[in-house]
């Protein structure tokens, strides 16, 4: 008879038939933070549960989503590339900043089995930024990506206030929804789309795919920008993308992507109803490489 395998540790507890499932769902994976930043995050506030990588295509979308929904132990899970726009009509409920958005990125399965959706990329970015001295309203903005991450963002810009809101997205049909959603929803609020690097802006942000793999193109030149532009950036993982080193080698003032996931912490322990019994989650997933 062979030994027992010994008990699977996460944090500083076993895993045992109580523990409750979280993840992420995207495709690619392999450049999460999440994993490691929940992971530790449970374990300081004492949460018995797991945070797991869950990687499918978007074919494969509606099959997870329909095995995961079943899984009573599911507490919820995160959503990336490329499937924060594709998730949200095939959940049960969304919240109406996910419809100002036009993406999901937080899912619960509620208790009555139901999959409910949210967004806070947005919320953890301008958080994340303000977190640093750059102050969000009334400040001219160029956002350049208007996939799940751009939407979330232009939205929650448009909430803290921005004065101006200029945009540009390869893919005209996802822009121009995107426009219609802003202009709905925030309709005192200027907004536009530009084809090549305005002047005049304070922040110029790439919230496109491009930096995560080796040898992709920047999504813009920072150096085309006013000198005092900050340069900001929602891709993690590499930390320090070419168009990040590009900036920061120029003098250019850098903000990382790695700050959107920071300030989503406690927005993620709030919608899965998990305590945090007064520890700063947001200094802990700082410290987190």
Partial sequence: ???????????????????????????????????????QVFAAVGANAVWLPFEGSAELL?????????????????????HKTGILPLLGRTTRR????????LVRRDKDGVLSGDIVDGTGFVLGLEAFGNKVKGASVWLVGLGGAGGAIAAALCEAGVGRLLVT???????????????????????????????GIHYAINATPLGLKVGEPMSFDPMQLDPDVVVAEV?????????LQRARTHGRRIHHGRHMLDHQVPLYLEWFGIDAKGVDVVALARSIV
Wanted: charged residues 15%; aromatic residues 4%.
């Fill in 1 to 39: 008879m062979e030994p027992a395998s010994p008990p699977l540790f996460t944090g500083h507890f076993a895993v045992n038939g109580a523990t409750r499932l979280y993840g992420t769902i995207g495709d690619p994976i392999r450049q999460l933070r999440a994993t490691a930043v929940m992971s």
């Fill in 62 to 82: 509606p099959l997870m989503l329909d095995a995961l929904g079943k899984m009573r132990n599911l507490g919820g899970f995160t959503v990336t590339i490329p």
């Fill in 98 to 105: 996910a419809q100002a958005s036009g993406s999901v990125n």
């Fill in 169 to 199: 997205e390869l893919n005209d049909a996802r822009a121009d929804a995107a426009l219609k959603r802003l202009s709905k929803h925030y309709p005192n609020v200027p907004t536009a789309s530009v084809d090549t690097p305005p002047k």
């Fill in 235 to 243: 891709i993690m993982s590499p930390v320090e993308t070419p168009l």
